[in-house]
């Protein structure tokens, strides 16, 4: 059971990073006309390169903020299920993260997928699947069911 500290520790910053990233493209999906409009009369607002990259993001259409914030979603129901060990969130998790690694490539082009975006995925959809394997493989194999460690107690697989 090693690794449940820093298990936990990865479910708790997915847990903020998919909360606030759905909070933040759904919020942007309502008010996508008013921004434009507040960009659109206000157009010595921000400085000429935040204008740029602002207008490419209000250019985009209402449909993209709602499903990038609907698989943020997805994203944060996988991470809840893993955090009770479950493989099913794991698959989630990891489908989500790619369709959202695809969702700019789609929308943008390929010059806005980043590098660090998909090295990131890889790297947490990795560690997840490490972690899951081996905490699900020592749970899987203790005896009747009871753990060696008493951290185990809200693990559902062991009831």
């Known amino acids: 059971m090693k690794y449940?500290?820093?298990?936990?520790?990865?479910?708790v910053l997915s847990i903020l990073w998919s909360g606030m990233a759905a909070l933040w493209s759904l919020s942007m999906a309502a008010t996508l006309p008013q921004m434009q409009r507040i960009l659109a009369d206000n157009p010595g607002l921000l400085p000429?390169?935040?204008?740029?990259?602002?207008?490419?993001?209000?250019?985009?259409?209402?449909?993209?903020?709602?499903?990038?914030?609907?698989?943020?979603?997805?994203?944060?129901?996988?991470?809840?299920?893993?955090?009770?060990?479950?493989?099913?969130?794991f698959h989630t998790y990891t489908l989500a993260r790619l369709l959202l690694l695809l969702m700019p490539l789609l929308f943008l082009g390929r010059g806005y997928v980043g590098f660090g975006?998909?090295?990131?995925?890889?790297?947490?959809?990795?560690?997840?699947?490490?972690?899951?394997?081996?905490l699900t493989i020592s749970?899987?194999?203790?005896?009747?069911?009871?753990?060696?460690?008493?951290?185990?107690?809200?693990?559902?697989?062991?009831?």
């Open 48 to 89: 000429e390169e935040a204008f740029t990259m602002m207008q490419t993001m209000l250019d985009l259409p209402r449909f993209y903020y709602l499903v990038t914030g609907i698989l943020y979603l997805l994203e944060l129901g996988g991470v809840v299920l893993m955090w009770n060990l479950r493989w099913s969130g």
């Open 117 to 134: 975006d998909v090295m990131f995925a890889l790297l947490y959809v990795l560690s997840y699947f490490l972690m899951m394997k081996s």
């Open 4 to 11: 449940r500290g820093l298990f936990r520790f990865l479910l």
């Open 139 to 159: 749970v899987d194999s203790t005896d009747h069911g009871s753990a060696p460690d008493s951290d185990d107690s809200d693990n559902p697989t062991r009831q």
